[in-house]
């Protein structure tokens, strides 16, 4: 061998590793508490409650339609700027009609808007009717 080469030596020992698993956890065993008069939920699969919640809904149409409408034209004005405000309409009557005989089927009246300082109303009593008639 050459003069300028390098042997190196291998030392193999045994390794002491420290037990790192942990111990098997020790069972808790509950006492059943006794209460004089007390209601017992459950089965035999000690189920004490098994709550579970569905919802579900379907919007048919519907059995009274609209046959006319009575509302009243409101503007309502901005409390910070009387210029800026809002027109809409507020329902005072709504009729319905029977679909089997074409007849008014009931009405139902609603107390019309006050006026106030912020609430100035248009028109009063206006109609609109429904092309199911």
């Given at each position: 061998m050459p003069s300028n080469s390098v042997q190196l030596e291998m030392i193999v020992r045994p390794s002491?590793?420290?037990?790192?698993?942990?111990?098997?956890p020790t069972a808790l065993l509950a006492t059943?508490?006794?209460?004089?008069?007390?209601?017992t939920w459950g089965s035999s699969g000690n189920s004490i409650f098994d709550l579970r919640a569905h919802a579900a809904s379907t919007i048919?149409?519907?059995?009274?339609?609209?046959?006319d409408?009575?509302?009243?034209?409101?503007?309502?004005?901005?409390?910070d700027d009387p210029e800026v405000f809002i027109s809409t309409?507020?329902?005072?009557?709504?009729?319905?009609i029977d679909p089997q005989t074409g007849r008014v089927g009931f009405t139902?009246?609603?107390?019309?808007?006050?006026?106030?300082?912020?609430v100035e109303?248009?028109?009063?009593?206006?109609?609109?009717?429904s092309n199911l008639k």
């Open positions: 002491a590793a420290a037990s790192i698993r942990p111990a098997y059943v508490a006794t209460v004089e008069n007390a209601k048919k149409p519907a059995k009274w339609p609209e046959s409408r009575m509302y009243d034209e409101v503007k309502v004005k901005s409390k309409e507020v329902m005072t009557q709504f009729r319905s139902q009246k609603f107390p019309p808007p006050a006026a106030s300082a912020d109303i248009t028109s009063r009593n206006n109609t609109r009717t």
